[in-house]
């Protein structure tokens, strides 16, 4: 990410804490997660949720945090994303005007041939993927974001029976909420074990190419 956008800051949020007089690496924030929010809520989200409820849960937490800051946009990545490229797409989005930008699980329906994932997974675990996620530095942004929050306060389980998928089940209501929600449809975002059935990979001596196996590439 750092090398993809030189100048950039980026915050790492644990779930533990740091050991003392430890802020930083080099160009790298950690902050440990329980500054987000009052003691008693962190101890709330610690004895209401399981660790991947917990770590999902705090993300609209950790959007006010940086938010709360003088920048343009916040993006979130999970941990195990590597990016390989500058991330224009969404840069441009934001310069455009659009004030969320969202990546979905699949461009193209999955086959019918019996395996998983397949569209109904697709559609029990939510339609977009909040591994990643980017939101501008607006008012209308920021109102969804604690939307979110209040939410996953208590709502943010993993229980497909009750139509919860942690964070990521809620971001379905965005682009209805908002119409200024930015939807990457290029094939080079989001590759992925649930969306190989659309996409071809290739690596050259300029590094990875992705496209669509209709012949079309990013």
């Known amino acids: 990410m750092s090398a993809a956008h030189r100048g950039s800051k980026l915050t790492v949020f644990l779930l533990d804490d740091l050991p003392a007089g430890v802020a930083g690496v080099g160009h790298i924030d950690i902050v440990p997660a329980k500054r987000t929010m009052p003691l008693a809520d962190w101890h709330h989200y610690q004895c209401f949720y399981d660790v991947l409820e917990l770590a999902t849960s705090i993300k609209p937490l950790c959007f006010e945090h940086l938010l709360a800051e003088e920048i343009d946009v916040a993006i979130y990545l999970d941990p195990d994303i590597v990016v390989f490229k500058a991330l224009e797409a969404v840069l441009?989005?934001?310069?455009?005007?659009y004030e969320v930008v969202l990546t979905p699980h699949i461009l193209t329906p999955l086959p019918a041939d019996g395996k998983t994932p397949n569209d109904l997974s697709i559609m029990?675990?939510?339609?977009?993927?909040?591994?990643?996620?980017?939101?501008a530095n607006t008012a209308q942004s920021r109102t969804i974001i604690a939307?979110?929050?209040?939410?996953?306060?208590?709502?943010?389980?993993?229980?497909?029976?009750?139509?919860l998928f942690t964070d990521q089940k809620w971001i379905d209501?965005?682009?209805a909420f908002s119409a200024a929600t930015?939807?990457?449809?290029?094939?080079?975002?989001?590759?992925?074990?649930?969306?190989?059935?659309?996409?071809?990979?290739?690596?050259?001596?300029d590094g990875w190419r992705v496209g669509f196996v209709d012949g079309s590439r990013s």
């Open 92 to 97: 441009s989005a934001i310069r455009e005007g």
């Open 124 to 135: 029990r675990a939510g339609i977009y993927n909040l591994g990643f996620a980017a939101f």
């Open 147 to 163: 939307w979110w929050r209040r939410r996953l306060r208590t709502q943010g389980l993993a229980d497909i029976g009750a139509g």
């Open 173 to 175: 209501f965005l682009p």
């Open 182 to 205: 930015f939807i990457i449809r290029d094939p080079g975002y989001n590759v992925a074990y649930w969306n190989l059935h659309e996409r071809t990979l290739s690596r050259g001596e």
